[in-house]
């Protein structure tokens, strides 16, 4: 069974930066993807940066695009995202997640192209 666990959350005033790990671990896992979402209450998941490891590219969403890093190592099963210039819009829980599926229709933009989730780390950026 693969579990994946996200640290590195936590409280920072807005224009600061933070950092946050995601490791898996058990089963039989090759990623395909691994990415980073984020969630605040009374809304859906939203997408927020992925790491196809096959062609070694990246890609945000535009809200974040700029202001976060994903990177990673698929031998490691490791997945950061850096995050700078944070603002209060940014704070809600974010989860990692990684996929063995490798598909040529998938954009590893939206929750059900992945398998395994992580159960989440709180960012919180004060004004």
């Known amino acids: 069974q693969v579990q994946l666990v996200e640290s590195g959350g936590g409280l920072v005033q807005a224009g600061g930066s933070l950092r946050l790990s995601c490791a898996a671990s058990?089963?039989?896992?090759?990623?395909?993807?691994m990415g980073w979402f984020r969630q605040v209450p009374g809304k859906e998941r939203e997408f927020v940066a992925t790491?196809?490891?096959?062609?070694?590219?990246?890609y945000y969403a535009n809200s974040v695009k700029g202001r976060f890093t994903i990177s990673g190592d698929n031998a490691k099963k490791t997945v950061y995202l850096q995050m700078n210039s944070l603002k209060p819009e940014d704070t809600a829980v974010y989860y990692c997640s990684a996929t063995n599926a490798y598909s040529s229709s998938y954009s590893y933009t939206r929750p059900h192209e992945y398998t395994y989730w992580g159960r989440g780390t709180q960012v919180t950026v004060s004004s």
């Open positions: 058990g089963g039989t896992f090759s990623a395909a993807a």
């Open positions: 790491i196809r490891w096959s062609r070694g590219s990246t």
